[in-house]
Structure formats: structure tokens, C-alpha cells
């Protein structure tokens, strides 16, 4: 790792930008120097913790002792602030969904290139331990191959916040939550989309969707069916996943649950009928004791560099980015599909040829 210590700046010191202040209070090689926030409590918020706080933007711009500019802004203006200050030689953290729009990320894409500076969106999801887990059972085939994947979230709550519940400042389930279960998706399953279903809920009045459902089918032949809702008063499990060999379940942020393989090549007794409602049934009757193993669910190594560690060492030119622009391009394009396909109420096909 480096000595040098990197000034950063937050701009838009709001839940997650105060959030992103304490995580770096933690962090050796970056140094938060001070915050913008167009709001006077805000201002007064971040001087409370400890932080100058700039005057304006074009402060922070114009500040040669700042090296990286972190945006955590309602998500329209994403992109303004980002080309800013890659013209001004300063590096940038950006937080998801990093724009509305994907033709907006390949502008800032550009401008980074140009510049030179480089420019990371905040995916910190990959890096959550459910997921994770999920993605070790996936690559080791641990339930042999996985054919089908269900990743969920699911609140009571409604929609949070302000600006998340208008459609100009890019509120709404699909951006919010939408695009972190879309980008660990697409991170795990190295395989081409071909087609994509979706369903948004609008059952609370917003102008924007309060959930989604969508259905996502690989080259490969396996699918997904990723869901976000906001009206869910009973939760399903966060992860429930399908492979040739088993099943894996993880119910919540405990990562509570287990995996359930077939045991192959073992002898066992048939299932025996089970009363199923007015009905009998062989089979849904749930599989004999010898036929299946439980297990617990694997422990993953978490040794994978931080999120900020890899900002450095990309700055460094010492490592290759963790959440790449490119992918984070495919994530909103697909975001663009699904609002599609939702719309129209169509199969979209072929997403990933063209
Ligand atoms: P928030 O409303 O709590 O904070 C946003 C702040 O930005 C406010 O203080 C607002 O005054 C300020 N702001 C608005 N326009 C500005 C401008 N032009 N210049 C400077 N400041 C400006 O919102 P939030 O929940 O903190 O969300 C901010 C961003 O972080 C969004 O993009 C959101 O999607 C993202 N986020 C990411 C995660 C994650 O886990 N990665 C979690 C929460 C939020």
C-alpha cells in the first residue's frame, strides 16, 4: 500500500456521505479534508462533525490540495459534478446508481479517459457477506451448477426519503435497490442476457415504482428472478438459489440458512405419499433422510482489498478496478431494459447483442 495521503471532498453530506465520513475516519491513505452540501443544515451538520466546509464548488475545485472528489448527491446530478472535477484533475468516487441514464456514464466514461483521472462508482454491495457466500456456492458449484437464482429484498417501509419518491432526481426501487441485486447479478454470472421480464409496483401512489420483479434469462440457460419491494409485510429469504446437485437458502442479513444437496449414488427408500391438502402427493412429499445432506452455509474469505483500498491502488495504476466502468454500464442499460419491458409489457430479447 502507499504513504501518500489523498485529500478527498465529499460532496453531498447527506445520509451516506456522513456515512462514507465515518467509514474513512477508519482508513490510513485517505484523508477527508471537507465537504460541500447545498444545504445550509447540512453545512451546519458536517462543521458539528469536525469538517471545513467549502463554500462552494468551484471552491472545492479549485482547491489543488484536493486529490479525490467523492459525490453522494441525489443521483441527477451525478453527472455534472463528476465531469467538473475530472476537468479539474481530480480523481472521483461516485455512488450508485452512478447516473439515470447510461448515454450519461459514457459522457463521464469519456471525460475520464480525456482527463485522465480516474472515476469509480461505489458498488459496495459486492462486497456484502451474503453475497458473497452466495457467489462462493455459485463459483466452487458447491450445489453443483446453479441454474437459477432468486435475490430479494423486501421492506415494509415504503419508499424512504425525499428525492427518492420523485421520478427528475432518479427516485424510485429499480435505481435505489434495484441497481446493487443487478450488479451483483451480472458480477457473478459470467454468461450473455438474452431475455428480460419485468414488472414494476406502483401500489403506493408514487410517481415512481415501490418495487420490482424481474426475470432475467442467461445464454447458459440459467435465470434469475431478482425482486425489490417496499410494501412486504412478510419477508421471503434474501437469497434462494437452485443448482444441479442442491439448494441453497439465505434467509437475511444474519446470513441464517443452509444448503441441502442430493446424496448421489446412495442407496434410499423412495419418498412415501404424503396427505397434501384434499390430495395425496409423492411428489411434493419432502425427500427421506438418506437422500439428502444438510449443511451450513460456506465461509467466505474476506480478504478482498476494500473498496477504497482498490480506488488507491487503481489511482496507483497498482490494480485493476474491483467494480469496473463497463459493468456498471451494462447494470444501467439492463435498469433501461427492465423500465422497458415493464412499459410494454414485453419479453425483451437478445440484450447483450447488438
Ligand atoms: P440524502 O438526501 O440523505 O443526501 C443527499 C445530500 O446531497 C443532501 O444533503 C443534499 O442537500 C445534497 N445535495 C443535493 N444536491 C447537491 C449538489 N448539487 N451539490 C452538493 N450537495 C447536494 O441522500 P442519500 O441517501 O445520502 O443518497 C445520496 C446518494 O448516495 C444517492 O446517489 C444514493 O443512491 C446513494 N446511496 C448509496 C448507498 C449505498 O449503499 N451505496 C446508500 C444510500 C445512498
Known sequence: ??????????????????????????????????TFDILEERRIAALVD?????????????????????????????????????????????????????????????????????????????????FL??????????????????????????????????????????LDWGVHLLDQLLFMVDSKIT???????YVLGDEVDDGFQTIITFENGSTALIEVGTTNFIQLPRWYV??????????????????????????????KPIQAGQGLTKTMAPPSEAAVSTSDLPEVDQTMESFYDNVISVIEEKAEPIVKNTEVLRVLRLIETIFKAAETNEVFKDFDTY
Open 133 to 174: 457466500t452466495i457467489k462462493k456456492i455459485y463459483d466452487e458449484t458447491i450445489i453443483g451448477n446453479v441454474f437459477h437464482i432468486e435475490s430479494r429484498v423486501q421492506g415494509a417501509n415504503g419508499i424512504p426519503g425525499d428525492w427518492r419518491h420523485l421520478k427528475a432526481p432518479g427516485g424510485g426501487m429499480l
Open 242 to 271: 437452485k443448482g444441479t446437485a442442491g439448494t441453497a437458502v439465505i434467509e437475511d442479513w444474519n446470513i441464517t440458512g443452509k444448503i441441502v444437496t442430493q446424496n448421489f449414488g446412495v442407496d434410499f427408500e423412495a419418498p
Open 50 to 130: 469536525g469538517y471545513k466546509v467549502y463554500e462552494s464548488y468551484e471552491a472545492v475545485l479549485a482547491d489543488k490540495n484536493v486529490d479525490l472528489v467523492l459525490i453522494a448527491t441525489p443521483n441527477d446530478v451525478h453527472k455534472e459534478i463528476a465531469i467538473a472535477a475530472l476537468n479539474a484533475n481530480k480523481h472521483v468516487i461516485c455512488e450508485k446508481p452512478v447516473t439515470i441514464y447510461s448515454e450519461d456514464l459514457k459522457e463521464i466514461m469519456k471525460v475520464a479517459e480525456a482527463t485522465q483521472r480516474k472515476f469509480v462508482v461505489h458498488q459496495n454491495r459486492r462486497w456484502d457477506k451474503d
Open 1 to 34: 500500500m502507499t504513504n501518500k495521503l489523498y485529500n478527498l471532498v465529499i460532496v453531498g453530506y447527506g445520509g451516506m456521505g456522513s456515512y462514507h465520513a465515518k467509514l474513512l475516519k477508519e482508513n490510513q491513505t485517505i484523508n477527508v479534508i471537507g
Open 195 to 201: 431475455n428480460v421480464y419485468a414488472n414494476l409496483s
